[in-house]
C-alpha cells in the first residue's frame, strides 16, 4: 500500500497535511521520442533532494524552483510533480496546486497520490462534493488505500454526516487496525457526538500504543475532566506540567481540575503559577476569579476579573464573570431576607435588588459574544425572576419604591 501513514503523524489527518516526499517505483511508460538517460535521473534526484530541504526551511520559492529542474531533467518524475503540487499550496496558489496535481494525474491515472492531493485540496475549500469525487475516483485504482478512506472520513465529518464518517474510518481500519490517525479521527467525532466514554476507549488505546504522544494525553485529559473523572484528568496533567514545567496552559488546566476536586488550595498554587508563567495572558487569571467566586470570595474575584478586563479589553468573558459574582452576591444578600423578612432586615432586601441589577447589566454586556449569549440570557432571566419577587417584598415590607 503506497503511502502508508507514519504512526507518528497522527495529528495531522492525511487529508490535511501529510506531506509525502519518498518515490515509489514508477510504473509510468516513458516517451519513445525521448528517454531519459541515468545521469538526468540522478540530476533530477539531486534537485528533488534539494527543493524537499527548502521545503522544509519554508522557502517555497526556491522548492519550487528545484522541483521544476527536477520536472526538466525528467518528465516523468511523478513524486516531483506531487512536491511541486505542495509547495505551491503552502503558498495559497490554489490554481498552480491543481494544475500539477492534474498533471501527476495525466502522467500516472493508476496512482493514487493525485487523486488524494486533489481530495484534500478541495476539501480545504470546502468543494466537498469534488472532493469526495477524487477520493472516490482513488478508491476505484486502489480499495484498499487507507488515505484515501480517511480523506472520505474526514470530508463527511466537515460536512456533519458522522454515521458515513465512522463507515469510511472503520473501513479504514480493517485494512490497518493500528493506524493512529484513523483512531484519533474516530476518537474526535465521539467527542463532537457527545460521546466522550465512546471517545475515551479510542484514545486508550492509541497512548497504550504510543504512550508519550503529547496531543492525544491532553485529548484524552480533556475528555476524562468532561466526564468527571478528576482522579485521571489530573494524573495525566500532572505528569505534563513534570515534563514541561514552563508551559503555562498544564498549570491552568491541572488548576481546573483542583477546583472540581475542591482542592482549593492546589489549584490557586498551580494557577498562580500559571500566572506568573504568562503574565500578559488572562487565561490563569479567569480560573482565578471562577475559584475565588466557588470559595465565596467575591471581592478577590471582582478584582481579579477587572484586572483580566484590562489585559483584555475585548474580551467579553470578563463581563461574564462580573455577572456571576454580582449575581452570587444578590443571591446571599436575598437569603439573608428570606429567611427574615422584616422591617430591620429591608437592608438585604435592598442589596439584593442592587446585586442584580448590576449582574443583569454585566451579562448585557457579555451576551453580545455570541458564545457567551445563550448563558447570559439564562443569569438575566433569573435576575429579573428574583428582582420581581424583591420588589414586590419591597412593597410590602419596606414602606414601597422600587429600584
Same mark, same amino acid.
Not at 503511502?3 to 489527518?13: E, G, R, T, V, Y
Not at 526551511?57 to 526556491?62: I, L, S
Given at each position: 500500500?503506497?503511502?502508508?501513514?507514519?504512526?507518528?503523524?497522527f495529528?495531522?489527518?492525511?487529508?490535511?497535511?501529510?506531506?509525502?516526499?519518498?518515490?515509489?517505483?514508477?510504473?509510468?511508460?516513458?516517451?519513445?521520442?525521448?528517454?531519459?538517460?541515468?545521469?538526468?535521473?540522478?540530476?533530477?534526484?539531486?534537485?528533488?533532494?534539494? &527543493?524537499?530541504? *527548502?521545503? +522544509?526551511? %519554508?522557502? !517555497?520559492?526556491? =522548492?519550487?524552483?528545484?522541483? @521544476?529542474?527536477?520536472? /526538466?531533467?525528467?518528465?516523468?518524475?511523478?513524486?516531483?510533480?506531487?512536491?511541486?503540487?505542495?509547495?505551491?499550496?503552502?503558498?495559497?496558489?490554489i490554481?498552480?496546486?491543481?494544475?500539477?496535481?492534474?498533471?501527476?494525474?495525466?502522467?500516472?491515472?493508476?496512482?493514487?497520490?493525485?487523486?488524494?492531493?486533489?481530495?484534500?485540496?478541495?476539501?480545504?475549500?470546502?468543494?466537498?462534493?469534488?472532493?469526495?469525487?477524487?477520493?472516490?475516483?482513488?478508491?476505484?485504482?486502489?480499495?484498499?488505500?487507507?488515505?484515501?478512506?480517511?480523506?472520505? &472520513?474526514?470530508? *463527511?465529518? +466537515?460536512? %456533519?454526516? !458522522?454515521d458515513? =464518517?465512522?463507515?469510511?474510518? @472503520?473501513?479504514?481500519? /480493517?485494512?490497518?487496525?493500528?493506524?493512529?490517525?484513523t483512531?484519533?479521527?474516530?476518537?474526535?467525532i465521539?467527542?463532537?457526538?457527545?460521546?466522550?466514554?465512546?471517545?475515551?476507549?479510542?484514545?486508550?488505546?492509541?497512548?497504550?500504543?504510543?504512550?508519550?504522544?503529547?496531543?492525544?494525553?491532553?485529548?484524552?485529559?480533556?475528555?476524562?475532566f468532561?466526564?468527571?473523572?478528576?482522579?485521571?484528568?489530573?494524573?495525566?496533567?500532572?505528569?505534563?506540567?513534570?515534563?514541561?514545567?514552563?508551559?503555562?496552559?498544564?498549570?491552568?488546566?491541572? &488548576?481546573?481540575? *483542583?477546583?472540581?476536586?475542591?482542592?482549593f488550595?492546589? =489549584?490557586?498554587?498551580?494557577? @498562580?503559577?500559571?500566572r506568573?508563567?504568562?503574565?500578559t495572558?488572562?487565561?490563569?487569571?479567569y480560573?482565578?476569579?471562577?475559584?475565588n467566586?466557588?470559595?465565596?470570595?467575591?471581592?478577590?474575584?471582582?478584582?481579579?476579573?477587572?484586572?483580566?478586563?484590562?489585559?483584555?479589553p475585548?474580551?467579553?468573558?470578563?463581563?461574564?464573570?462580573?455577572?456571576?459574582?454580582?449575581?452570587?452576591?444578590?443571591?446571599?444578600?436575598?437569603?439573608?431576607?428570606?429567611?427574615?423578612?422584616?422591617?430591620?432586615?429591608?437592608?438585604?432586601?435592598?442589596?439584593?435588588?442592587?446585586?442584580?441589577n448590576?449582574?443583569?447589566?454585566?451579562?448585557?454586556?457579555?451576551?453580545?459574544?455570541?458564545?457567551?449569549?445563550?448563558?447570559?440570557?439564562?443569569?438575566?432571566?433569573?435576575?429579573?425572576?428574583?428582582?420581581?419577587e424583591?420588589?414586590?417584598?419591597?412593597?410590602?415590607?419596606?414602606?414601597?419604591?422600587?429600584?
Amino acid at each position: 500500500m503506497q503511502n502508508k501513514l507514519n504512526s507518528m503523524c497522527f495529528l495531522a489527518i492525511i487529508v490535511v497535511s501529510l506531506f509525502v516526499w519518498c518515490a515509489p517505483t514508477q510504473t509510468v511508460q516513458e516517451p519513445t521520442a525521448k528517454k531519459t538517460t541515468e545521469e538526468q535521473r540522478i540530476e533530477a534526484e539531486k534537485h528533488y533532494s534539494i &527543493g524537499f530541504e *527548502y521545503y +522544509k526551511q %519554508g522557502n !517555497y520559492d526556491e =522548492a519550487i524552483k528545484n522541483f @521544476n529542474m527536477a520536472i /526538466e531533467g525528467w518528465p516523468q518524475f511523478y513524486a516531483a510533480y506531487i512536491a511541486l503540487a505542495k509547495a505551491f499550496r503552502a503558498k495559497n496558489d490554489i490554481a498552480a496546486t491543481q494544475h500539477q496535481y492534474e498533471k501527476a494525474k495525466a502522467l500516472d491515472p493508476k496512482d493514487p497520490r493525485s487523486y488524494e492531493g486533489l481530495g484534500a485540496l478541495y476539501t480545504e475549500l470546502t468543494r466537498f462534493g469534488d472532493a469526495i469525487g477524487e477520493y472516490e475516483s482513488g478508491l476505484r485504482i486502489d480499495a484498499t488505500n487507507v488515505n484515501l478512506l480517511n480523506g472520505l &472520513g474526514y470530508v *463527511y465529518t +466537515k460536512m %456533519g454526516s !458522522y454515521d458515513t =464518517a465512522l463507515e469510511y474510518y @472503520n473501513r479504514s481500519l /480493517e485494512y490497518e487496525p493500528e493506524n493512529l490517525t484513523t483512531m484519533f479521527a474516530i476518537a474526535d467525532i465521539f467527542i463532537e457526538t457527545n460521546e466522550p466514554r465512546k471517545a475515551t476507549a479510542y484514545l486508550e488505546a492509541i497512548i497504550e500504543k504510543k504512550p508519550n504522544i503529547v496531543e492525544v494525553r491532553e485529548k484524552l485529559a480533556q475528555t476524562y475532566f468532561e466526564l468527571k473523572n478528576y482522579e485521571s484528568a489530573a494524573k495525566i496533567y500532572s505528569d505534563l506540567v513534570k515534563e514541561q514545567p514552563d508551559n503555562y496552559r498544564y498549570h491552568i488546566q491541572l &488548576g481546573a481540575v *483542583y477546583v472540581e476536586q475542591k482542592k482549593f488550595q492546589a =489549584a490557586e498554587e498551580a494557577l @498562580n503559577t500559571a500566572r506568573r508563567l504568562a503574565p500578559t495572558s488572562a487565561a490563569p487569571i479567569y480560573q482565578l476569579v471562577d475559584l475565588n467566586i466557588k470559595r465565596g470570595r467575591y471581592t478577590a474575584a471582582e478584582e481579579l476579573a477587572r484586572e483580566a478586563l484590562n489585559i483584555e479589553p475585548n474580551n467579553l468573558y470578563a463581563y461574564l464573570l462580573l455577572g456571576d459574582i454580582y449575581i452570587r452576591r444578590g443571591y446571599d444578600a436575598r437569603g439573608k431576607w428570606m429567611n427574615n423578612k422584616s422591617t430591620k432586615n429591608c437592608s438585604f432586601l435592598d442589596a439584593a435588588i442592587s446585586y442584580f441589577n448590576t449582574a443583569i447589566s454585566q451579562y448585557t454586556k457579555a451576551k453580545s459574544d455570541a458564545q457567551l449569549s445563550s448563558y447570559a440570557n439564562n443569569e438575566i432571566k433569573r435576575s429579573n425572576t428574583w428582582l420581581e419577587e424583591l420588589r414586590e417584598d419591597k412593597w410590602f415590607y419596606c414602606k414601597g419604591g422600587s429600584q
